[in-house]
């Protein structure tokens, strides 16, 4: 069995139906991160597979949101083309319209699963996990991201030349629904601090400031070089470690930026500049190696 030693690259924007390769099959601590947005459709369910290779003779974890009979999910296993008795969650953290998070979480006894941050659900391992080599993806969804990470084992990040700090580049199209910037990069040991601006032309849109000697996350936006009311509230200990990896996904939605880091939803920030495809430009400054950007 392949060692799970860094995280395999992501898919970006994947067309649905996706199918595709799980590099080294599941192991325990991986989480697989989905970005994604539930489209209006005729269609009134989606689903996630984490299956035995291309074949759907044995699905090791069958994750279905329906949306109908008001709203539930079914978890079920396929093993040997046989469907075993189903589990329901009588509740759908899902909208029609909507864009979503789903981390899985593959741990010794059972996959956890949570939804936009929250805890949604355990189900508990019927196969071998580490039969599931391949994840597929159906329904009536638009993907905008799938990740891999591994958080026992960070991932071997080595310096990367095209990154010089201060970095600066275009967001093609500026923000929209479901656009989704992704930031990686390793916190300096000495680090003070360090901020990513999404920027609309001289004004910048968001600011976010992970401050190391405050121990807090600022966020705030600056319009004609005037800086408005700082938000510091965090549902969680502070996320940044000096001398450690980050990955920060910055999602948009129609109202809000829904920001998370190492797959862990960390804050909304909503839109003061209403002009999305006006932010057209990100910024990164600051106490880190950076390692990869996607914007």
């Known amino acids: ?3 799970h030693s860094g995280s395999q690259p992501p ?9 595709g390769s ?10 697989i991160t989905i970005n994604g947005t539930v489209l209006f459709s005729s269609e009134n369910r989606f689903h996630v597979n984490f299956q035995s290779s291309y074949s759907q003779n044995d699905i090791i974890f069958h994750f279905n949101p329906r949306f109908e009979s008001g709203g539930f999910v079914v978890c079920n296993t396929k093993q040997a083309g046989h469907w ?9 953290p899902f909208q029609k319209g909507s864009s979503f998070q789903i981390c899985f979480l593959v741990q010794s006894a059972h996959f956890q699963v949570t939804v936009n941050g929250k805890h949604f659900l355990q189900y508990m391992h019927r196969m071998p996990f580490h039969q599931a080599d391949t994840i597929s993806i159906s329904g009536a969804v638009q993907l905008s991201y799938i990740g891999f990470q591994n958080p026992v084992i960070p991932p071997v990040v080595y310096p990367n030349p095209s990154y010089p700090l201060p970095y600066y580049t275009s967001i093609m199209g500026g923000l929209y629904p479901s656009k989704t910037i992704m930031v990686t990069g390793i916190v300096l040991p000495s680090a003070q601090r360090f901020h990513i601006n999404l920027r609309c032309g001289s004004d910048i849109a968001f ?10 996350v600022v966020r705030n936006t600056q319009i004609n070089g005037s800086w408005g009311i700082e938000e510091r509230a965090l549902p969680r200990k502070m996320p940044f470690r000096r001398g450690q990896n980050f990955l920060v996904c910055i999602m948009c939605e129609s109202h809000c930026l829904k ?12 839109h003061r500049l209403n002009n999305l495809p ?3 430009s990100l910024e990164v400054v600051g106490d880190i190696q950076l390692t990869h950007v996607l914007a």
């Open 207 to 216: 600011h976010l400031n992970p401050r190391f000697t405050e121990n807090a």
């Open 84 to 92: 075993g008795s189903e589990e329901r969650m009588m509740q759908l």
């Open 259 to 270: 920001v998370a880091v190492d797959g862990q939803h960390l804050c909304e920030y909503w």
């Open 1 to 3: 069995m392949a060692s």
């Open 22 to 31: 799980i590099h080294g099959g599941l192991q325990e601590g991986l989480q």
């Open 11 to 19: 898919f970006v924007n994947p067309c649905v139906p996706f199918t």
């Open 278 to 280: 006006a932010i057209n």
